[in-house]
């Protein structure tokens, strides 16, 4: 069992910054892709990015690329959302998530474990 938790969702005017967290306990942390989806109210879970067990590669969907940059500390057990230039159409509810297999799916039914998510509100 993977347990996740995210923190650092908030308020943010356009143009503002925001730096989520998953701090993740259970099996071996540093083993297992991670990713981030949102999903927006009325809307299908999409991916937003994912970064794969040992850090060295990273995936993005394209209206995030240049702004949003994932990482982690297998460490600490953290993987790390930064999100800079916030838009309005960025609003949604993140979670993060756990791929028990081979790396690297886009795909939300790909992944094993979630989190509960955190809102992110970008105000224009």
């Known amino acids: 069992q993977v347990q996740l938790v995210e923190s650092g969702g908030g308020l943010v005017q356009a143009g503002g910054s925001l730096s989520l967290s998953c701090a993740a306990s259970g099996r071996t942390f540093s083993s297992y892709a991670m990713g981030w989806f949102r999903q927006a109210p009325g809307k299908e879970r999409e991916f937003v990015a994912l970064?794969?067990?040992?850090?060295?590669?990273?995936y993005y969907r394209d209206s995030v690329k240049g702004r949003f940059t994932i990482s982690r500390d297998n460490a600490k057990n953290t993987a790390y959302l930064q999100m800079n230039s916030l838009k309005p159409e960025d609003t949604a509810v993140y979670y993060c998530a756990v791929d028990s297999g081979p790396c690297c799916s886009r795909f939300p039914s790909r992944y094993d474990y979630w989190g509960r998510g955190t809102q992110v509100t970008v105000s224009s």
């Open positions: 970064i794969s067990g040992s850090g060295g590669r990273m």
